[in-house]
């Protein structure tokens, strides 16, 4: 199948082309960030995780979003999610090669990413997040694979490959929760230090997710022959819906806490996101932003009249991507460092180099997305 990847319009190849060069120019930048050192980001001693693992936690939701294709079609049989659920597995494979080299632009010199192997630590949660990553990247590639060639090939999908495709689910699951907890098992940052994380998590990968995949969909039915279904893309508006209700109200339950109890460690980086904190507030702008635009996305999607409209649907799911990037690709990693335990402001902007390479990154992810998508989209034409 990989032949088809070989062939296409100038379309095609133009966007392939223009993916390349951004991969070249993020590649350039890194190359001197690996003989300088992380101190060309804006990462700081009171900030030590920045802009790349910002993009880290909102990508492995991306990732985990595909659960909502794959649970209902091979769990309950639901057929309307038939065409589209390859589509969901191959945009978790980009989604989590993304991850992985944002970890290793985080890291400064990749080789350090070696001694998660070479010297486990069972004790620490970077360690199982290594091993949900991974195997989350193999069940997607093998199960997104196999399903796709034995389409092609007009015949039931291997026996041996529905394990894996039961073993995905549970796993989806699990590479947003060990990242959640990555971030709640640090005493000393209140902002993380909750429980309801994890599902908060889950529920932000649940909307973003399949709302980026219904975003491709009406690209995949603009430029091809191939229709991913009315019906698939209604239903899982509506899962996009209810996912952004329960993120949204985790997030109060989150403020309710903060405000009821008015510790400090609490209370303050909430105060610094939405409202400044001693005369800092970068965030304040972006922050409400992602409040208004998930607002005006659940009024938006729980209407029956504008979800079933597509123009309005393709604004909501924008609304929702975006709104959803801001909280977890920009406000959670700086609120949870903004204030220090010492309750000290040290403000935090990701530097023009870290953009660049933010950008490569996001562009070789787009490449692998690309590719996939149009050996999957050249299969289901074929069959049809």
């Known amino acids: 199948m990989l032949e088809t990847a070989l062939k296409g319009s100038n379309k095609y190849w133009g966007l392939v082309i223009g993916l390349l060069i951004l991969i070249g120019i993020g590649f350039t930048v890194y190359l001197k960030q690996f003989s300088v050192g992380l101190g060309i980001t804006g990462m700081s001693r009171d900030v030590s995780w920045g802009f790349y693992i910002a993009q880290f936690t909102f990508l492995v939701g991306v990732a985990a979003g595909g659960v909502m294709l794959v649970l209902p079609y091979y769990l309950h049989d639901y057929k309307a999610f038939g065409k589209i659920t390859v589509l969901g597995e191959f945009l978790a494979v980009a989604a989590i090669c993304m991850c992985l080299m944002f970890i290793i632009a985080d890291l400064g010199q990749p080789m350090r990413a070696m001694n998660v192997i070479l010297h486990p630590t069972p004790g620490s949660m970077l360690f199982w997040d ?225 953009l660049l390479i933010t950008m490569g990154v996001y562009a070789a992810g787009i490449l692998i997305l690309t590719i996939l998508f149009k050996i999957a989209v050249s299969v289901k034409e074929e069959v049809s």
């Open 130 to 354: 290594m091993i949900v990553l991974n195997g989350y990247l193999f069940l997607n590639i093998v199960i997104g694979w196999v399903v796709l060639e034995s389409e092609r090939n007009s015949v039931p999908p291997p026996k041996w490959i529905k394990p894996l495709i039961y073993l995905s689910i549970p796993w989806a699951f699990g590479i947003h929760t060990v990242t959640a907890f990555l971030y709640c098992g640090l005493p000393g940052r209140g902002f993380w230090l909750t429980a309801v994380l994890a599902p908060r998590f889950l529920a932000s990968a649940f909307a973003a997710g399949p709302s980026f995949l219904i975003l491709l969909c009406f690209i995949i039915k603009k430029y091809t022959n191939f229709d991913p279904g009315t019906k698939a893309i209604r239903n899982l508006s509506k899962i996009i819906a209810y996912a952004l209700i329960a993120n949204i109200f985790f997030f109060l339950c989150e403020v309710f806490v903060a405000v009821y109890s008015g510790i400090p460690e609490h209370i303050d980086h909430l105060k610094y996101l939405f409202f400044g904190l001693h005369g800092h507030g970068i965030l304040v702008g972006w922050m409400w932003t992602s409040m208004i635009f998930m607002g005006i996305a659940i009024i938006l999607l729980v209407n029956p009249i504008t979800r079933e409209n597509d123009s309005i649907l393709i604004i909501s799911c924008v609304l929702v991507f975006i709104g959803t990037w801001i909280d977890k690709g920009l406000g959670m990693i700086s609120g949870g460092f903004v204030p220090s335990p010492l309750h000290h402001v040290t403000e935090y902007a990701p530097s023009f180099y870290e």
